[in-house]
């Protein structure tokens, strides 16, 4: 399973009045985290788009178990789940100091031709290249 990880000390032009993170902003986080898995894999966007494809975000899913707030040090984990026919990355958002989790979610990405711009209903042989995985 690939796995990334980033800490991330939550800015002042993130939050609320009540120096809460605003909601939007958690998506933000796990594309942050998202980053570091691709390059983990040697697979980011831009190598995305040179192999092409495009990978766009189809699906979102965030649950809200504690207030991020500002200042807060927080550790942000992604972990690669699903890629056969999808990218699914599952995420975790935990208080770096106590190791409190505070946030989870996911990303669901797929496939998109660059030539055709037709979604693919597997994912492309470069990705399972770039797992090492064979086919």
């Known amino acids: ?6 800490v ?12 809460v993170v605003w909601h939007g902003f958690y998506v933000k986080y796990f594309e942050i985290a998202r980053c570091e898995l691709l390059d983990e894999i040697g697979y980011n966007y831009i190598q995305m788009n040179e192999s092409g494809y495009a990978w766009p975000v189809i699906d979102v899913r965030v649950r809200y178990a504690q207030p991020v707030r500002f200042q807060q040090e927080i550790r942000v984990i992604a972990k690669l789940k699903e890629w056969e026919n999808r990218l ?12 409190k989790r505070l946030t989870k979610g996911y990303t669901v990405q797929v496939a998109c031709d660059l030539k055709t711009n037709e979604m693919l209903f597997e994912s492309p042989d470069i990705l399972f290249e770039k797992l090492g995985i064979k086919r």
């Open 88 to 99: 699914k990355i599952d995420y975790l958002i935990e208080d770096v100091e106590s190791g």
């Open 1 to 6: 399973m690939v796995v990334a990880e980033t």
């Open 8 to 19: 991330i000390k939550v800015p002042f032009h993130d939050v609320d009045s009540m120096r």
